[in-house]
């Protein structure tokens, strides 16, 4: 019996009409509707220490690995907007939680989030406190996240 998962047992399914395709609409049904009937307001936090948790499954040595990363995940298109040695802003197109979704005046790309910051806690061996400062749902046409580096 197996006691605790690891990404590549996720990447073998038994699906052979569907295979791994999962519309997006169902993970935001999830992520958005039920998480939040679910977790209320604690939703973006834990989503956020979630995404943290969740690079802990990747071999992530270099920015560019986290990049490439977030992109073959589907989580969106991210990019490096500017770099410090103590700041880093990403941002992130496509963004698999809001891009296309309505303005509602919400930052809510928790996981998002937690996950570029947990990134950059492995590839600089630091700890990383990231805030997302734009979003789709802002108004936005993609997401900013900045992640402080400590």
């Not at 802990?56 to 500017?82: A, H, W, Y």
Request: aromatic share 10%; net charge negative; glycine share 10%.
């Amino acid at each position: 019996m197996i006691d605790k998962y690891n990404f590549e047992a996720f990447t073998s399914s038994v699906r052979p009409t569907l295979k791994s395709f999962l519309p997006l609409e169902t993970y935001r049904l999830l992520r958005v509707s039920g998480m939040k009937e679910l977790f209320g307001e604690s939703t973006g936090p834990v989503l956020y220490r979630l995404g943290k948790i969740l690079t802990s499954q990747f071999t992530i040595n270099t920015e560019s690995d986290l990049l490439n990363l977030i992109e073959k995940l589907g989580i969106g298109i991210p990019k490096v907007f500017k770099k410090t040695d103590d700041i880093v802003v990403i941002h992130l197109f496509e963004c698999m939680t809001c891009a296309g979704l309505p303005i509602t005046g919400e930052l809510i790309c928790d996981l998002e989030c937690g996950f570029i910051a947990g990134g950059y806690e492995k590839i600089t061996n630091t700890k990383a406190k990231g805030t997302q400062t734009k979003s789709w749902t802002m108004g936005d046409g993609f997401c900013e996240f900045v992640i402080e580096l400590f």
